[in-house]
Antibody, heavy 117, light 112 residues
Framework: QEQLVESGGGLVKPGGSLRLSCAAS????????MTWIRQAPGKGLEWVSH????????YYADSVKGRFTISRDDAKKSLHLQMNRLKVEDTAVYYC??????????WGQGATVTVSS | DIVMTQSPDSLAVSLGERATIKCKSS????????????LTWYQQKPGQPPKLLIY???TRGSGVPDRFSGSGSGTDFTLTISSLQAEDVAVYYC?????????FGQGTKLEI
């Protein structure tokens, strides 16, 4: 079945870097826009970044612009989020999500990122 | 940015009763060219990722029970659960897909 599995989460100090990955299976990965959504502890959902099919376009929330970079490897059916200059407020569960024009229909289980000294 | 505001923040409903959640956008999310409202509802149960419930404001997602329904257009939308079941306890979010950033409402916690 269609599945997304995140990896790469962990504990990092403020100012540090982390790279999240997402492995897709059961779907023609190259055909879809992909997104990262995050959820801080006890809080709501925040759109972080998306990348188009073919990597021709990407978008970043203002809160991460200039620090995070989204990329994809269609041959390996994988999505990545390079996170630099991390801040305490970046602490969250990060979800890899397939985006369709009507909404986000396939979600991973999430990777936990904790930024703390 | 389009601001999405849900009401109420939390709601307690008895089993078998109707639950109604509102979502208001700061500007219209209706595409006149496609005649579609770019409004989606998600359900998030504790410890799980969100699940798509309703898209285009009123179309149920795959496998979603028919007790869930969505309505509204333009800037005002409603999610209705006609007869609350125990498994419907969750946080419900609306999201607009009309423009970047694809903003979410703050969430509505539904309890029994």
């Amino acid at each position: 079945q269609e599945q997304l599995v995140e990896s790469g989460g962990g504990l990092v100090k403020p100012g540090g870097s982390l790279r999240l990955s997402c492995a897709a299976s059961g779907m023609p990965f190259r055909d879809y826009y992909m997104t990262w959504i995050r959820q801080a502890p006890g809080k709501g959902l925040e759109w972080v970044s998306h990348i188009s099919d073919g990597s021709t376009a990407s978008y970043y929330a203002d809160s991460v612009k200039g620090r995070f970079t989204i990329s994809r490897d269609d041959a390996k059916k994988s999505l990545h989020l390079q996170m630099n200059r991390l801040k305490v407020e970046d602490t969250a569960v990060y979800y890899c999500v397939r985006w369709r024009p009507f909404g986000m229909d396939v979600w991973g289980q999430g990777a936990t990122v904790t930024v703390s000294s | 940015d389009i601001v999405m505001t849900q009401s109420p923040d939390s709601l307690a409903v008895s089993l078998g009763e109707r639950a109604t959640i509102k979502c208001k956008s700061s500007q219209s999310v209706l595409s006149s060219s496609q005649n579609k409202n770019y409004l989606t509802w998600y359900q998030q149960k504790p410890g799980q990722p969100p699940k798509l419930l309703i898209y285009w404001a009123s179309t149920r997602g795959s496998g979603v029970p028919d007790r869930f329904s969505g309505s509204g257009s333009g800037t005002d939308f409603t999610l209705t659960i006609s007869s609350l079941q125990a498994e419907d306890v969750a946080v419900y979010y609306c999201q607009q897909h009309f423009s970047n950033p694809r903003t979410f409402g703050q969430g509505t916690k539904l309890e029994i």
